[in-house]
């Protein structure tokens, strides 16, 4: 299949089933947390549909793709340069009768798509408020990092509308945020279930923080084992080269 690769663009591997991505240099590339994200949520069971709230390149959508038998996927992103390079990326992993993306703002997709049917929501939101931390130039980066467009009360209250009852939301996020996280995933009758907290190294402060959330679940919170991202020696751990597909 020829697929059109613009300036400044690259094909990259994803070391996973051969899958590949297009992505930007000037751009937001993916990182590392959306790769933990794709194999924290990997129970999503077969034949069920998905929902990716500001999906970006589509990198969650394309390896949960690869990871789970999803029937369907839909990738919510606001900006149409980044929507356009996602469908593109959808085409070169043939992922078209899987994977769609919608061009929109995720506080609208409630009138645009059918409400209370989602099985699972993923998501990899903006993670620093408006106004704090150091502002990008790149507009793209910045809707990508900060909460331009959409603020976490509304990625969430959008995940409260969109799932069906009991359904489940799987979010990456910081752990200087978690208060506010827990405190509106609770005020949207959105129940925290799982939480684990990723390190970069033993002895260090964890920087992100993997969340299971159900709608309308009941009480009950487990904490999971923390995850570790490199040794002392600066190589990943086993436990991310497993993630990578790297060791069994």
Same mark, same amino acid.
């Given at each position: 299949?020829?697929?059109?690769?613009?300036?400044?663009?690259?094909?990259?591997?994803?070391?996973?089933?051969?899958?590949?991505?297009?992505?930007?240099?000037?751009?937001?590339?993916?990182?590392?947390?959306?790769?933990?994200?794709?194999?924290?949520?990997?129970?999503?069971?077969?034949?069920?549909?998905?929902?990716?709230?500001?999906?970006?390149?589509?990198?969650?959508?394309?390896?949960?793709?690869?990871?789970? *038998? &999803?029937?369907? #996927?839909?990738?919510? =992103? !606001?900006? /149409?340069?980044?929507?356009?390079?996602?469908?593109? %990326?959808? +085409?070169?992993?043939?992922?078209?009768?899987?994977?769609?993306?919608?061009?929109?703002?995720?506080?609208?997709?409630?009138?645009?798509?059918?409400?209370?049917?989602?099985?699972?929501?993923?998501?990899?939101?903006?993670?620093?408020?408006?106004?704090?931390?150091?502002?990008?130039?790149? *507009? &793209?980066?910045? #809707?990508?990092?900060? =909460? !331009?467009? /959409?603020?976490?009360?509304?990625?969430?209250?959008? %995940?409260? +509308?969109?799932?069906?009852?009991?359904?489940?939301?799987?979010?990456?996020?910081?752990?200087?945020?978690?208060?506010?996280?827990?405190?509106?995933?609770?005020?949207?009758?959105?129940?925290?279930?799982?939480?684990?907290?990723?390190?970069?190294?033993?002895?260090?402060?964890?920087?992100?923080? &993997?969340?299971?959330?159900?709608?309308?679940?009941?009480?009950?919170?487990?904490?999971?084992?923390?995850?570790?991202?490199?040794?002392?020696?600066?190589?990943?751990?086993?436990?991310?080269?497993?993630?990578?597909?790297?060791?069994?």
């Amino acid at each position: 299949m020829d697929i059109e690769i613009k300036e400044n663009e690259r094909i990259d591997d994803l070391e996973y089933k051969n899958l590949k991505i297009i992505q930007n240099e000037n751009g937001f590339c993916f990182g590392i947390d959306s790769v933990l994200l794709s194999d924290f949520a990997k129970e999503i069971k077969d034949n069920t549909t998905v929902l990716d709230l500001g999906t970006g390149t589509g990198i969650l959508g394309i390896l949960l793709c690869g990871k789970t *038998k &999803l029937r369907k #996927i839909t990738g919510i =992103e !606001v900006q /149409a340069e980044i929507a356009e390079m996602a469908e593109r %990326s959808i +085409k070169l992993n043939n992922l078209q009768d899987r994977f769609n993306i919608v061009n929109e703002n995720i506080k609208n997709i409630p009138e645009i798509l059918e409400k209370n049917s989602y099985d699972y929501i993923i998501t990899n939101p903006p993670y620093k408020k408006i106004n704090t931390g150091k502002t990008n130039d790149s *507009k &793209l980066k910045l #809707i990508s990092r900060h =909460e !331009v467009e /959409a603020s976490l009360e509304d990625f969430i209250n959008v %995940s409260y +509308k969109m799932l069906k009852d009991k359904g489940t939301l799987f979010m990456v996020h910081r752990p200087d945020r978690l208060v506010d996280i827990l405190y509106t995933l609770r005020k949207n009758k959105m129940e925290p279930k799982k939480i684990k907290f990723v390190y970069p190294k033993i002895n260090k402060e964890a920087n992100l923080v &993997l969340i299971k959330a159900v709608k309308n679940g009941k009480e009950f919170l487990i904490i999971e084992k923390p995850l570790y991202v490199y040794n002392e020696d600066g190589s990943y751990t086993d436990d991310i080269l497993k993630i990578y597909n790297k060791i069994d």
